[in-house]
Nanobody, 124 residues
Framework: QVQLVESGGDLVQTGGSLRLSCATIGFNLYSYNVGWFRQAPGGNREGISCMDDRRVSAYADSVKGRFTISRDNAKNMIYLQMNNLGPQDTGIYYC??????????????????WGRGTQVTVSS
């Protein structure tokens, strides 16, 4: 059974940093695409970063230059380093797995497995 468990969400001040982690259980992470999504209060879920099996990454314009996605296949872990956070980054952050090959996409409908999310709140 595939499980994804996010952690690392917290309340931080504007300009602060957080590192989110996602543990993948029951799944061989080596060959598949991973993604991070977030859902702001009252908003839709949006893709913010993804990485394919060759470690090529993509970012939404809103986080480019501030967020960095990484993966440790040996540990079955996915990470999202978030710097220079602002109130617009507040939301629930989800990690996801796409069980197919090719360039990663920031489209939530492209991903099959999802975690339950971790809350990030940035105070102004």
């Amino acid at each position: 059974q595939v499980q994804l468990v996010e952690s690392g969400g917290d309340l931080v001040q504007t300009g602060g940093s957080l590192r989110l982690s996602c543990a993948t259980i029951g799944f061989n992470l080596y060959s598949y695409n991973v993604g991070w999504f977030r859902q702001a209060p009252g908003g839709n879920r949006e893709g913010i970063s993804c990485m394919d099996d060759r470690r090529v990454s993509a970012y939404a314009d809103s986080v480019k230059g501030r967020f960095t996605i990484s993966r440790d296949n040996a540990k079955n872990m996915i990470y999202l380093q978030m710097n220079n956070l602002g109130p617009q980054d507040t939301g629930i952050y989800y990690c996801a797995l796409r069980d197919s090959f090719g360039p990663c996409k920031l489209d939530q409908f492209d991903y099959k497995y999802w975690g339950r999310g971790t809350q990030v709140t940035v105070s102004s």
